[in-house]
Protein backbone atom coordinates (compact mmCIF):
# COMPACT_ATOMS: atom_id res chain seq x y z
CA UNK A 1 0.00 0.00 0.00
CA UNK A 2 1.25 3.19 -0.57
CA UNK A 3 0.91 6.93 1.16
CA UNK A 4 -1.77 8.21 -0.95
CA UNK A 5 -4.27 5.29 -0.65
CA UNK A 6 -3.61 5.12 3.18
CA UNK A 7 -4.20 8.67 3.69
CA UNK A 8 -7.73 8.29 2.36
CA UNK A 9 -7.92 6.00 4.82
CA UNK A 10 -7.25 7.78 8.06
CA UNK A 11 -9.61 10.13 9.55
CA UNK A 12 -9.85 13.66 8.46
CA UNK A 13 -8.44 14.78 11.78
CA UNK A 14 -5.06 12.71 11.01
CA UNK A 15 -2.04 14.81 10.85
CA UNK A 16 -0.64 15.19 7.67
CA UNK A 17 2.34 12.84 7.19
CA UNK A 18 0.79 9.92 9.65
CA UNK A 19 0.32 7.82 6.91
CA UNK A 20 3.96 7.71 5.12
CA UNK A 21 5.45 7.16 8.88
CA UNK A 22 3.00 4.59 9.79
CA UNK A 23 4.13 2.59 6.85
CA UNK A 24 7.81 3.31 7.07
CA UNK A 25 7.67 1.89 10.96
CA UNK A 26 5.90 -0.86 9.68
CA UNK A 27 9.07 -1.56 7.03
CA UNK A 28 11.47 -1.05 9.79
CA UNK A 29 9.74 -3.40 12.73
CA UNK A 30 7.72 -5.42 10.79
CA UNK A 31 4.32 -5.18 12.73
CA UNK A 32 1.72 -5.86 9.97
CA UNK A 33 -0.15 -2.62 9.06
CA UNK A 34 -3.64 -3.44 10.32
CA UNK A 35 -1.83 -3.75 14.03
CA UNK A 36 -0.10 -0.86 13.65
CA UNK A 37 -3.22 1.59 12.44
CA UNK A 38 -5.20 0.22 15.42
CA UNK A 39 -2.34 1.22 17.54
CA UNK A 40 -2.22 4.45 16.52
CA UNK A 41 -5.65 4.92 16.26
CA UNK A 42 -6.15 4.10 19.78
CA UNK A 43 -3.45 5.66 21.19
CA UNK A 44 -3.74 9.13 19.57
CA UNK A 45 -6.51 9.26 16.97
CA UNK A 46 -3.31 9.46 14.10
CA UNK A 47 -2.13 12.58 16.47
CA UNK A 48 1.09 13.71 17.75
CA UNK A 49 -0.10 14.24 21.21
CA UNK A 50 0.17 14.27 24.86
CA UNK A 51 -2.08 11.85 26.79
CA UNK A 52 -4.05 12.56 29.61
CA UNK A 53 -2.72 10.42 32.10
CA UNK A 54 -3.16 11.70 35.65
CA UNK A 55 0.63 13.54 36.82
CA UNK A 56 1.83 16.28 38.16
CA UNK A 57 3.77 16.79 35.08
CA UNK A 58 2.56 19.88 33.40
CA UNK A 59 2.75 18.80 30.02
CA UNK A 60 -0.18 19.95 28.33
CA UNK A 61 -3.12 17.35 28.62
CA UNK A 62 -3.96 16.54 24.94
CA UNK A 63 -1.67 18.87 23.76
CA UNK A 64 0.56 18.97 20.55
CA UNK A 65 4.14 17.17 20.94
CA UNK A 66 7.10 19.51 19.91
CA UNK A 67 10.18 19.35 20.36
CA UNK A 68 11.06 22.20 23.02
CA UNK A 69 7.40 21.43 24.96
CA UNK A 70 9.10 18.16 24.87
CA UNK A 71 12.12 19.26 26.04
CA UNK A 72 10.23 20.64 29.14
CA UNK A 73 8.11 17.59 29.91
CA UNK A 74 11.27 15.21 29.81
CA UNK A 75 12.89 17.74 32.20
CA UNK A 76 9.90 17.64 34.19
CA UNK A 77 9.95 13.64 34.02
CA UNK A 78 13.32 13.46 35.19
CA UNK A 79 12.42 15.98 38.33
CA UNK A 80 9.90 13.34 39.60
CA UNK A 81 6.99 15.30 38.02
CA UNK A 82 5.35 11.85 36.74
CA UNK A 83 5.32 10.49 33.06
CA UNK A 84 3.00 11.14 30.41
CA UNK A 85 1.79 9.34 27.32
CA UNK A 86 3.74 10.81 24.58
CA UNK A 87 3.18 10.90 20.32
CA UNK A 88 1.28 8.66 18.15
CA UNK A 89 2.05 5.95 19.95
CA UNK A 90 1.58 7.13 23.76
CA UNK A 91 5.09 6.19 24.81
CA UNK A 92 4.41 6.71 28.25
CA UNK A 93 7.47 4.84 30.39
CA UNK A 94 10.84 6.88 30.45
CA UNK A 95 12.78 3.35 28.84
CA UNK A 96 10.24 3.71 25.55
CA UNK A 97 10.26 7.46 25.98
CA UNK A 98 14.24 7.05 26.17
CA UNK A 99 14.52 4.65 23.29
CA UNK A 100 12.75 6.37 20.91
CA UNK A 101 15.00 9.80 21.60
CA UNK A 102 17.91 7.48 20.78
CA UNK A 103 16.21 7.13 17.08
CA UNK A 104 15.46 10.80 16.57
CA UNK A 105 13.34 12.03 19.34
CA UNK A 106 10.45 10.54 21.15
CA UNK A 107 8.64 13.84 20.04
CA UNK A 108 8.65 12.94 16.55
CA UNK A 109 6.80 10.19 14.37
CA UNK A 110 8.73 7.87 13.08
CA UNK A 111 11.08 7.26 16.09
CA UNK A 112 8.19 7.10 18.98
CA UNK A 113 6.56 4.60 16.33
CA UNK A 114 9.02 2.80 15.68
CA UNK A 115 9.34 2.35 19.57
CA UNK A 116 5.84 1.68 20.23
CA UNK A 117 5.26 -0.77 17.71
CA UNK A 118 8.31 -2.72 18.72
CA UNK A 119 6.71 -2.96 21.95
CA UNK A 120 3.85 -4.12 21.14
CA UNK A 121 4.87 -6.31 18.45
CA UNK A 122 7.01 -7.73 21.43
CA UNK A 123 4.09 -7.84 23.66
CA UNK A 124 1.67 -9.55 21.10
CA UNK A 125 4.60 -12.91 20.44
CA UNK A 126 4.59 -13.05 24.16
CA UNK A 127 1.37 -12.79 24.65
CA UNK A 128 -0.73 -13.39 21.84
CA UNK A 129 -3.14 -10.76 20.37
CA UNK A 130 -5.53 -9.86 22.58
CA UNK A 131 -3.76 -10.73 25.79
CA UNK A 132 -0.57 -8.72 24.25
CA UNK A 133 -2.63 -5.78 23.05
CA UNK A 134 -3.32 -5.19 27.16
CA UNK A 135 0.35 -5.75 27.65
CA UNK A 136 1.00 -2.87 26.00
CA UNK A 137 -1.79 -0.61 27.86
CA UNK A 138 -0.92 -2.46 31.14
CA UNK A 139 -2.78 -4.50 33.64
CA UNK A 140 -5.80 -5.14 34.80
CA UNK A 141 -9.44 -4.75 33.99
CA UNK A 142 -9.16 -1.47 32.45
CA UNK A 143 -5.92 -3.18 30.05
CA UNK A 144 -8.15 -6.38 29.70
CA UNK A 145 -10.68 -4.01 28.00
CA UNK A 146 -8.32 -2.32 25.55
CA UNK A 147 -6.77 -5.69 24.48
CA UNK A 148 -10.41 -6.12 23.22
CA UNK A 149 -11.25 -3.69 22.05
CA UNK A 150 -7.84 -3.56 20.09
CA UNK A 151 -8.93 -6.11 18.26
CA UNK A 152 -11.73 -5.40 17.14
CA UNK A 153 -10.10 -2.23 15.57
CA UNK A 154 -7.49 -4.24 14.68
CA UNK A 155 -9.85 -6.24 12.49
CA UNK A 156 -11.99 -3.86 10.88
CA UNK A 157 -8.71 -2.10 9.70
CA UNK A 158 -7.37 -6.04 8.31
CA UNK A 159 -10.68 -5.26 6.14
CA UNK A 160 -10.05 -2.24 4.92
CA UNK A 161 -6.31 -2.21 4.05
CA UNK A 162 -7.05 -5.67 2.08
Known amino acids: ???????RLLP?????GAATHILEACATTGLPLSYALALVEKESGFQN????D???NPAQ????????????????RKAGLGMQ???????TWYELQDKADALGGCWRPYPNMVVGFSNL???IN?????KGAAAYNGTGPDADAYGRDWVKKQGRWHEKIN
Do not use: C, F, P
Not at 49 to 52: C, K, Q, T
Open 1 to 7: MDAGVLK
Open 12 to 16: ETADD
Open 49 to 52: VYGH
Open 54 to 56: HVR
Open 61 to 76: KGGRVTRSNYARYKRD
Open 85 to 91: GVGYTQL
Open 121 to 123: KRQ
Open 126 to 130: LHGKE
